[in-house]
């Protein structure tokens, strides 16, 4: 049995990086991720600008101004946002200015609306502005030709604002992993099928799709394989034709039926890890195929277990997902500290999650245990929880009001 973090460090390993690169326009690019450094095609801001509605001056015309000695200047014209100044701003000059406007050559201040007077064609300033006041200078947000994104980020929305102020039409990105999904067991049918005494229905495929859609992957829900090796060998070899990674479920305890491992190494599969010292979720098996050309496909085969079976994919899937999408920022899970509401109750032998609430509160974080039974194979009150709490190996009891490390999975 494998300590987490060691299981968690291996399995990063085994995972590799992501090679190619595709091109995608800029209105599907959403939740990618970015294979490519952008460069800044323009200086931002494109010119120098003003950074609110007032007036274009030069600054030695506006010096020593004040309510009861306000200098005058003549106003030369209005520059709406979106049209280029025509005239020069001279001594004695200004030129009406909006928020985003250029700013007219020969004035290098704006003073706002706020402390001005108008009067026909002239303005009366009635206080002195800091010399380049509310002027944005061209270029310095970013140089043209300085790096405008890094390789590796996700584009949310404001990844999606500068590529579309940057006129990046096709946008580089990763493949998105491609993510086969087996359910193995003689007991489960399709949730639309009518239930008899001995069935339930497979409610991993669709949890587990939807985790590897939420992890940046493509999930290829490739339905219920009967415990049966013949059936199970060819639904692997399926699998491998069409996914970079495959996850499966059930069939890997010690179970009479349970023939996971055993087919995996029929096909010429390494298999890395067997089991880990967690709780839920002892029995992972993590294997990989031979590389035939490309990379190596890496096969993950969960408990059955519907709990064990979410809590292994977000401990130990969901970071090689990460990893395999691009992404650069650190791919393990997110753990944070929180004072728990309630006793937390472990075994002490297998670092052991406990399902329930994690709020933010001005105080920091807490974390409220989810009612019902804590039993790996108890789905419902699952529903409507965002974390797990970790009880570590050696810990038997984590009291009402103590700090654990808790893993963030939702929202
Ligand atoms: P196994 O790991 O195959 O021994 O399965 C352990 C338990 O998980 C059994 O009670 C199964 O019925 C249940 N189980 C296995 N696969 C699924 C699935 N796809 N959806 C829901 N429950 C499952
Ligand atoms: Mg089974």
């Known amino acids: 049995m494998l ?43 494109h010119w120098d600008n003003s950074a609110m509605d007032g007036y274009a001056v030069r600054y030695e015309d506006v010096q020593g101004a004040s309510a009861g000695q306000p200098k005058v200047l003549t106003l030369t014209e209005t520059i709406p946002a979106g049209r280029s100044p025509q005239l020069l701003v001279g001594p004695g000059q ?4 909006l928020t985003g406007s250029m700013l007219p050559a020969g004035a290098d201040t704006i003073v706002i609306q706020e402390v001005t007077q108008r009067e026909g064609d002239r ?16 270029g310095s947000f970013c140089r043209a030709g300085d790096l405008l994104m890094a390789p590796g980020l996700s584009i949310g929305g404001p990844e999606l604002a500068v590529l579309a102020s940057a006129q990046c039409l096709q946008v580089p990105v990763f493949p998105q992993p491609r993510v086969a999904i087996l359910s193995t067991g003689d007991e489960l049918v399709m949730p639309d099928a009518p239930l008899q005494p001995g069935q339930i229905v497979d409610s991993n495929q669709y949890a587990l799709a939807a985790l590897v859609r939420q992890a940046g992957a493509v999930p290829l829900p ?20 069409q996914a970079d990674v495959i996850v499966s479920s059930g069939g890997v305890s010690v179970g009479d039926y349970d023939y996971v491992d055993e087919i995996l190494a029929e096909l010429g599969a390494t298999l890395h890890i067997r089991s880990v010292a967690v709780k839920p979720g002892k029995p992972l098996t993590v294997a990989t195929f031979p590389a035939e050309g490309g990379a190596a ?27 395999r999408s691009g992404l650069a920022t650190s791919w393990g899970p997110t753990f944070v500290p929180a004072t728990t509401r309630d006793a937390l109750k472990a075994g002490g032998q297998r670092e052991t999650y406990l399902w329930g609430k994690l709020t933010a509160t001005p105080q920091g974080y807490e974390f409220g245990l989810a009612g019902g039974g804590h039993n790996s194979g108890n789905l419902i009150n699952l529903a409507g929880t965002n974390a797990l709490a970790a009880v570590p190996v050696g810990t038997k ?9 808790v893993m963030v999975v939702g929202s």
């Open 297 to 323: 496909p890496l096969y993950f085969g969960l408990p059955g277990n519907p709990v064990s079976a979410l809590v292994t994919f977000w401990r130990f899937v969901a970071p090689a997902l990460r990893k």
């Open 3 to 45: 300590p987490a973090a060691e299981a968690e460090a291996k399995i990063l390993d085994l995972m590799p990086l992501p090679t190619e690169v595709e091109l995608v326009s800029l209105n599907t690019c959403l939740g990618r991720v970015l294979a490519k450094a952008i460069p800044s095609p323009l200086d931002f801001p």
């Open 123 to 138: 303005v009366l300033v009635l206080e002195t502005p800091a010399p380049q006041q509310f002027v944005r200078h061209k």
């Open 397 to 405: 009891l984590i009291p009402a009001g103590a700090t654990v490390s």
């Open 94 to 97: 200004a030129a009406r200015i």
């Open 222 to 241: 490739l339905g219920i394989v009967p415990d049966q090796p013949q059936a199970l060998r060819a639904a692997i070899q399926s699998a491998l034709a």
